[in-house]
């Protein structure tokens, strides 16, 4: 099975018909395993008390924040070096779905910021850098929507998630930089490597049901928009056999 | 049982759950619609060049 | 490298001519740095604080706002197609374009920025800091425009969507720009470390710029 054999959006087709139910499945037991870890097996936090189960899903959306934005650049490095024809579908599908998971982390980071901070948003260098992602994920979203003809939008997107990927290191790095310059004293830090495991693996748990959900919904956003593709496809025949 | 900061708790996930239904939402409403239009266009006996061939197999 | 220099004129005559617009763009500075006084009240000790942001934020606004009509005149009289047909390498042109965009409408900008910094109270290093920070930075604004540019190309009212693709990559010019010209005059930082940065940025984006602003340009065509 080769990634080529399945430019072919019939067959690709197919291949999501029969995937789904399982990957859905799957997801769905991660959830409900995952969910029972962080309610009833996961200890609350000696600093931060319960609040701390935020975190589960926090992190995860964060994470998809930045695993979808990769998700894009790789279908973007398809649409322009190999023009894929699903690339493109793939990179337009993911957009919406990346900017609501960004908006997610943004939303849970707030809530979890205020029992802790005090204040609903505080410009630390990881609130900012997310803050960026997610307008540059609006920015995409704007562009695409803009330009008409799906092939020239597709590789303008393509153009501008890569100039992104090429970015987002330099704007994460020079945030940073900004942040310990204005905040020296950090206020709250997460554990990094320290986090316990009896906390690690339900967040792990949880970040794998996450990722679950994202592939759940990108392919079945990628079969809505080949059938919209075949529409159009299938329109432009009637309408030339109108003439 | 969620400790002093109850709500913020709740708000989270009550959040995550609305962004996920939403997004559940679109994509079903997106696709229901769409393969409506196909049934439409396939009943007025419109076909793609390339399913004559492939017999139709667009779900 | 005749047809480059050609190009450079070319560009230049177009901006400085009647109805290039050079100019709009130092105009477009005066009264954003005329406004904020209004927002923040006539504290001259706050204004001589914020003065660097003051204007950065403003620089970077007036090269965004000028930026639209880089690749777009050509467009509309079909020069565009013939210079991406053309045998001169697409990159060059559009660094060349660039170049000849930041003379006509960034350079004045940084030429009228000590002017401003008086009526923002600022003090002289830091008027000099923050003319050297905005030499080094604006082309960098311009470069990283570019490729907004060249991707709202083929859109009607594309200097509203140029702003928004643009402006989160500007990020980390502005924050490296600013300190550099705040660090010259209080203490926690060199001016030298966020000023080299911001030379690296600039470079950086010298050649980000051309090179996904030529890609966009050729996808835009076929």
Redo the contacts between chains.
């Keep these: 099975m080769r990634l080529i054999d399945y430019a072919n959006p ?1 067959r690709f ?2 291949l999501v ?1 029969r995937l789904l139910p399982w990957i859905a499945g799957a997801t769905a037991v991660t959830f409900a395993i995952g969910l029972w870890l962080v309610f009833a097996v996961a200890p ?1 936090d000696y600093q931060q ?3 701390v ?2 975190m589960y ?2 992190v995860p ?1 964060a994470w998809l924040s930045m695993f979808c934005y990769m998700t894009m650049a790789g279908s973007a490095l398809g649409t322009l070096v190999w023009r894929h024809p699903l690339a493109d579908v793939s990179a337009k599908c993911a957009a ?2 990346g900017a ?1 998971f960004t ?2 982390a943004l ?2 980071g707030s ?2 910021g ?2 802790m901070w005090g204040t609903w948003w505080v410009w630390d260098a990881r609130l900012t850098s997310v803050l960026v992602l997610f307008i540059m994920y609006l920015g995409l979203i704007a562009l695409t929507e803009t330009i008409e003809d799906p092939v020239r939008a597709a590789r303008a997107g393509a153009v501008l998630t890569l100039v992104g990927v090429v970015n987002i290191p330099i704007i994460k790095f020079s945030v940073e930089w900004w942040n310990t310059l204005h905040q020296p004293a950090s206020v709250f830090r997460m554990g990094g490597s320290t986090i316990d495991p009896a906390m690690l693996v339900p967040l792990l748990v949880m970040a794998g049901a996450f990722t679950g ?1 994202f592939v759940t ?1 990108h392919l ?2 990628m ?2 928009e080949i ?2 593709r ?2 159009r ?3 432009m ?2 309408a030339s056999r109108a003439e | ?6 709500g ?2 709740v ?3 009550g ?2 759950v609305v ?2 239904a ?3 939402l ?3 409403l ?2 229901r619609a ?2 409506r ?2 049934a439409e ?1 396939e009943a ?1 006996g ?5 399913d004559v061939a ?1 017999g139709g ?3 | 490298m005749t047809a480059l220099l050609a190009l450079f004129v070319r560009e230049l005559k177009l901006a400085t001519r009647v109805g290039g617009g050079a100019l709009m763009g130092s105009l477009f500075f005066l009264i954003v740095v005329t406004v904020v006084p209004f927002g923040v009240g006539p504290d001259l000790a706050l204004l001589a604080r914020i003065g660097p942001a003051i204007l950065w934020i403003g620089a970077l606004l007036a090269t965004l706002l000028s930026l639209d009509r880089l690749f777009q005149a050509d467009r509309d009289d079909g020069c565009l197609d013939l210079i991406v047909a053309g045998e001169t390498p697409l990159e060059l042109v559009v660094l060349v374009k660039c170049l000849a965009h930041w003379t006509a409408t960034g350079l004045p900008l940084v030429v009228v920025s000590p002017l401003f910094a008086v009526f923002l109270n600022m003090e002289p290093t830091a008027i000099a800091a923050t003319t050297t920070t905005l030499l080094v930075g604006t082309p960098a604004l311009t470069f990283i425009g570019a490729i907004g540019a060249a991707l709202t190309v083929s859109l009607r009212r594309g200097g509203l969507l140029l702003a928004i693709l643009v402006l989160p990559l500007t990020v980390p010019v502005m924050i490296f720009g600013v300190s550099a010209a705040t660090a010259a005059v209080s203490e926690p930082v060199p001016f030298l470390t966020p000023f080299l940065i911001l030379s690296a940025l600039g470079l950086f984006a010298a050649v980000l710029g051309p090179v996904a602003g030529a890609a966009a340009l050729r996808f835009a065509g076929d």
């Design positions: 019939t087709l197919g018909a609350a008390g319960e609040t189960k935020i899903v926090h959306c919406p779905i609501a908006f997610l939303a849970t809530l979890w205020k029992p959900l919904v079945m956003a079969r809505n059938l919209r075949r529409i496809a299938m329109r025949i009637e | 049982m969620l400790g002093t900061h109850a913020f708790i708000a989270a996930y959040f995550a962004v996920i939403g997004l559940f679109w994509v079903g997106d696709g769409q393969r239009q196909l266009l007025r419109i076909r793609r060049r390339s492939a197999e667009g779900r």
